[in-house]
């Protein structure tokens, strides 16, 4: 089985939105992914990214939007593929399925953000395809989320539903340094 570290949606919006006052629940979201980005590229393991372009011309995501730019600690390396989707999910119009196969990947390490989002609607397709599956819970980047009646929800409580809805059903929740012993042995 080949696995790989699969990045998604590390664009600076999310920057720009934490440093505007909205905390991420993981504050060491991007070192952490850039830890993993180390370990899987010293080994040689396959790196892929997924990047969010966002249609509307306002959207933060916007292709020609600043963050719509990789946050610098994730940049891609030349030669690691990179996939730009326009909706939720990195399998819908990206090609990334067919890559996979192509490649002989039948697993997935999954980091990046947002987790309540893209992180979600990716791993539970992946899952749906058949990808054995990994969430990485420490190295997602999420925020608050405000309820339909105007109550906010704290990020660290989206954060552990998101995780409680993956884990054991879609994927396997693990830490970063969990994973970075499984890349050393």
Known sequence: MSTALLVIDTQMAFVARRDAGHPWANPDADARIAALLTAFRAKDLPVLHVLHHGQDPRDDFHADSPGAQVQPAAAPLPGEPVFIKHGSSAFVGTGLADH??????????????????CV????????????????VGDALINFGQTLRDG?????????????????GEFAHVAVTNEILTQIAT
Do not use: F, H
């Open 100 to 117: 996979l196969t192509a490649q002989g990947i039948t697993g997935l390490v999954i980091a990046g953000g947002a987790a309540n989002y």
């Open 120 to 135: 979600e609607s990716s791993t539970r397709m992946a899952s749906d395809l058949g990808y054995t599956t990994t969430v």
């Open 151 to 167: 109550r906010r929800v704290p990020a660290g409580d989206v954060l552990a539903l998101t995780l409680a809805n993956l884990d």
